[in-house]
């Protein structure tokens, strides 16, 4: 097996924290990987049980955010891949050597969760349904926090990738739109030990607009051009309605809707343009 570094960000998990690394030094026995912990401002005592454990421990004076955890991790890792790990325990240790396996063929292997607590389900299907029309492709499991992906990657998507829990979600689109491979490997999700810090109308809310925000960076056609659409084909009919049915034409909102989305478009060709031509 390659050389590899865990991270684990962890923010308030003093109740399962300890038995999350125990499990991952013993499955790992033998092999040659870093293990490094960055607790996030935690106020529990979470870095108190680190501190005992065979990990490298990193602190945040105060709490910074999920994905600016693993930036610190990523920035301290010695071994050119890396696998994050939530430090909740719903994840299962146990598929860590199958999607390690893996990871030679792609640039990055997820475990792709099987079950999702019912609460999530709807916002869950919606964002992946929309995450699957934009990014043009199928996408399992669109923010799973465990997976495996080369180094080089977090350095060259820096400029985007954010510091909250969108992380994941964006370093999957950023991949899937810009032709990388990515392997999802079906996993179990365990029910977490301690309090959820997902939050699910604002954290939705905050995919909803951070799968757009992306799209929009890197495949702006797949936005501009259905709403163009729309705008056209909304203004002829106004058109066509007002004329032959009202029998007065409409000719103010026809052109307004018309004119819109011709314009609309073009800002789409012009953004698409100018990302293609910044690759």
């Known amino acids: 097996m390659e050389a590899l570094t865990i991270i684990i960000p962890a923010f308030n998990e003093s109740a399962s924290i300890g038995k999350v690394i125990d499990e991952i030094n013993s499955i790992l026995t033998g092999k040659e990987y870093e293990l490094i912990v960055i607790d996030d401002g935690s106020t529990d005592g979470t870095a108190e049980i680190v501190k005992n454990k065979p990990v490298k421990l990193i602190i945040h004076p105060e709490n910074r955010g999920y994905g600016a955890a693993i930036k610190t991790g990523v920035n301290q890792a010695k071994y050119d891949w890396i696998l994050i790990l939530d430090a909740d325990g719903t994840y299962p240790v146990e598929a860590i050597p199958q999607l390690i396996s893996e990871r030679n063929e792609y640039d990055m292997v997820v475990g792709a969760r099987k079950t999702i607590p019912a609460s999530r389900r709807l916002a869950k299907w919606t964002l992946s349904k929309l995450a699957n029309y934009l990014a043009e492709t199928q996408i399992p499991d669109l923010n799973s926090g465990l997976r495996v ?25 950023a991949l899937h739109c810009n032709g990388y491979f990515v392997k999802y490997v079906p996993i179990e999700y365990r029910t977490r030990i301690g309090q959820s810090k997902i939050k699910p109308i604002k954290h939705t809310a905050d995919f909803f607009i951070l799968i757009l925000r992306t799209i929009v960076y890197f495949n702006p056609i797949r936005i501009f051009l259905p709403v163009s659409l729309m705008l056209i084909l909304l203004g002829l009919f106004i058109g066509i309605y007002s004329k032959f049915i009202l029998g007065t034409l409409m000719d103010v909102s026809t052109i307004t809707c018309v ?10 060709l012009l953004a698409d343009l100018l990302i293609h031509r910044a690759q």
Request: zero cysteines.
């Open 149 to 173: 992906f080369r180094k080089d990657l977090i350095h060259q998507f820096r400029h985007i990738l954010p510091n909250g829990f969108s992380f994941t979600t964006t370093l999957t689109l």
């Open 259 to 268: 004119v819109t989305g011709v314009e609309i478009a073009i800002l789409g």
